[in-house]
């Protein structure tokens, strides 16, 4: 078992910067590929960047790629994702999740969710 909790949500003007944090705690993060992603008001959850155990590897949606960074250390079981540059479209839950299969790239196998923080960008 993983256990997630994002923070650091918040309400920001658009142009500004945000900083999410999710902090692990159960089985091993240090093998685990870490994700983030987003769901929007009547909207279906998408996909918005994925990490792999050793950070070496990140992969991002085109819709925030360049403005956004994540980054882990697995030393304090910890993710994160800078968010630059926001834009009104970028509000949504955010939530962090996880996996212990290989691939960054397989977007519907993560196994573990976190409850989710809120990011409000207004215009």
């Known amino acids: 078992q993983v256990q997630l909790v994002e923070s650091g949500g918040g309400l920001v003007q658009a142009g500004g910067s945000l900083r999410l944090s999710c902090a692990a705690s159960?089985?091993?993060?240090?093998?685990?590929?870490m994700g983030w992603f987003r769901q929007a008001p009547g909207k279906e959850r998408e996909f918005v960047a994925a990490i792999s155990w050793s950070g070496s590897s990140t992969y991002y949606a085109d819709s925030v790629k360049g403005r956004f960074t994540v980054s882990r250390d697995n030393a304090e079981s910890a993710m994160s994702l800078q968010m630059n540059s926001l834009k009104p479209e970028d509000t949504a839950v955010y939530y962090c999740?996880?996996?212990?299969?290989?691939?960054?790239?397989?977007?519907?196998?993560?196994?573990?969710w976190g409850q989710g923080t809120q990011v409000t960008v207004s215009s």
């Open positions: 159960g089985r091993a993060f240090s093998t685990a590929v």
């Open positions: 999740a996880a996996k212990f299969s290989f691939s960054i790239y397989n977007l519907h196998d993560y196994t573990y």
